[in-house]
């Protein structure tokens, strides 16, 4: 991070802050990037762990800085809810081993039911604004999972509507 700073303030390259009608464009590209961030803590694909922690963690952070710069951005929402409830299953998807728990097996009763409620108000609230997109799928499906009290209630009708 430093030489690539170093980097851009040799080469004399100038800090603007886009405008407006760029915002769009731009905010799918950083929308990607903390969904990647994301994916790769909560399913690392090298290393000694099935997952990073501390590298989701601080998706989940940036998604909900990008939520408080831009708080009516359906996508943003959207990008934020599925974070939140895949992250409340957190202390049942590996056993005492660190094996994988396959999210029907997984006790549901452990599952941070303050992070699915909040990730449930937030997709609730994304799709209220009527211009769903690709993260808000995927915030309603992890949706349908974590509202679910058991795997065979999971309303997999719905999951396959969407």
């Excluded at 399913?43 to 990008?66: C, K, N, Q």
């Excluded at 097996?105 to 009527?130: F, V």
Aim: proline share 6%; charged share 25%; with cysteine.
């Amino acid at each position: 991070m430093v030489r690539a700073k170093r980097k851009i303030q040799d080469a004399g390259i100038p800090y603007k802050v886009p405008s407006d009608d760029m915002l769009p464009e731009r905010l799918s590209a950083v929308l990607g990037v903390i969904y990647l961030i994301f994916k790769e803590g909560y399913s690392a694909t090298a290393g000694d762990t099935l997952f990073r922690r501390p590298l989701y963690v601080e998706a989940i952070r940036l998604a909900r800085a990008l939520h408080e710069l831009i708080p009516g951005e359906p996508e943003v929402i959207g990008l934020l809810a599925p974070m939140l409830l895949h992250d409340s299953c957190r202390n049942t998807r590996t056993d005492d081993n660190g094996d994988l728990i396959l999210l029907e097996s997984q006790d549901r009763n452990l599952w941070d039911q303050t992070e699915i409620d909040e990730g449930l108000a937030l997709i609730e609230q994304a799709l209220s604004l009527r211009n769903p997109g690709p993260y808000q799928i995927q915030a309603a499906i992890a949706a349908c999972h974590a509202e679910a009290k058991r795997a065979e209630l999971t309303d997999r009708r719905q999951i396959a509507a969407l």
